[in-house]
Nanobody, 115 residues
């Protein structure tokens, strides 16, 4: 079993920055891709950014150039640096981890962008 603990969410003004973290613990055989998803009120959960085990990244068009995903394999920790935040970035952000044969989700952290 793998546990994911997210942190770093909060309230920020438009144009501000936040850094999300997701720490994985428990029985981890091998972590493959890790990603951040988000779900705004009344909308479906969508991919924000993903990073593979070798560091290849992919971003949703809506966050390209503003968000940066990274991972520390030694610490089994995933990060999302969010800059130039917009009100439309307001959502619950979820960490997702793919291991060999399993997918795990974090509990989510709220990000609110508002003046």
């Amino acid at each position: 079993q793998v546990q994911l603990v997210e942190s770093g969410g909060g309230l920020v003004q438009p144009g501000g920055s936040l850094r999300l973290s997701c720490a994985a613990s428990g029985y981890i055989f091998r972590i493959n891709a890790m990603g951040w998803y988000r779900q705004a009120p009344g909308k479906q959960r969508e991919l924000a950014a993903v990073i593979t085990s070798v560091g290849s990244t992919n971003y949703a068009d809506s966050v390209k150039g503003r968000f940066t995903i990274s991972r520390d394999n030694a610490k089994n920790t995933l990060y999302l640096q969010m800059n130039s935040l917009k009100p439309e970035d307001t959502a619950v952000y979820y960490c997702r981890v793919n291991t060999v044969g399993n997918i795990y989700w974090g509990q989510g952290t709220q990000v609110t962008v508002s003046s």
